[in-house]
């Protein structure tokens, strides 16, 4: 077991790593199911994947923006598609099944290997997220704008915002998220959540 790079003090994303690696190979020894037994290895080697290959660090932020409860993570914004799919084609391997923003509006990655297929499609997660928030009704607001200018200056002003807020521009509810792991800023309206339910129907 390779030794913690903690050097002592507060508990870091290595040393859990080793603890979650060492509660794995218990339990893997102590299990009967030869296919259980598998499913612990796979875990086992995905924890060995995110360090040895030194994604430690965005993988402890990956924890944090889950914990969050913000909009699903995205790897990636652009302001046009043209700018998406030039990204897509000179990546020579793409994070399928990433999500990515296009001019605000989500995107999943597909990207077959085997095949060499690349594709963006749109994707309703942020959607879905948005009528999770209003299923018991719309939620309160921290902050109220006139206008477009002055959500953006204020979200704008801000080192470290939340993942994500609740704010108010022109009389119509907006979810102001900020995507930690891009450095990007963005709006949604809560409206779509209506569209969607709309839609669905």
Do not use: C
């Amino acid at each position: 077991m390779r030794a913690s790079q903690s050097g002592g003090g507060a508990v870091t994303i290595y040393d859990r790593i080793l603890e979650a690696q060492e509660l794995l190979g218990k339990t893997r020894e102590t299990s009967q199911s030869p296919e259980e037994k598998e499913l612990l290895h796979l875990a086992i080697d995905a924890l060995w994947f995110i360090w040895t290959n030194g994604h430690s660090d965005e993988f402890a932020d990956y924890r944090k923006d889950v914990q969050s409860d913000g909009p699903a993570r995205v790897v990636a914004a652009f302001k046009t598609r043209d700018e998406a799919d030039t990204w897509l084609k000179a990546n020579p391997n793409p994070p399928d099944l990433a999500y990515v923003l296009i001019a605000d509006e989500y995107h999943i990655v597909m990207y077959s290997r085997e095949r060499n297929i690349r594709a963006l499609a749109p994707h309703p997660t942020l959607e879905f997220h948005l009528e999770e928030m209003t299923k018991d009704g719309l939620p309160p607001t921290v902050a109220t704008f006139n206008t477009h200018e002055e959500a953006d200056a204020w979200f704008g002003g801000q080192s470290e915002p939340p993942a994500q807020t609740v704010v108010q521009i022109g009389g119509e509810l907006y979810l102001a998220v900020y995507y930690r792991n891009i450095h990007h800023r963005a709006f949604f309206p809560f409206s779509m959540a209506e569209r969607r339910r709309k839609r669905t129907v």
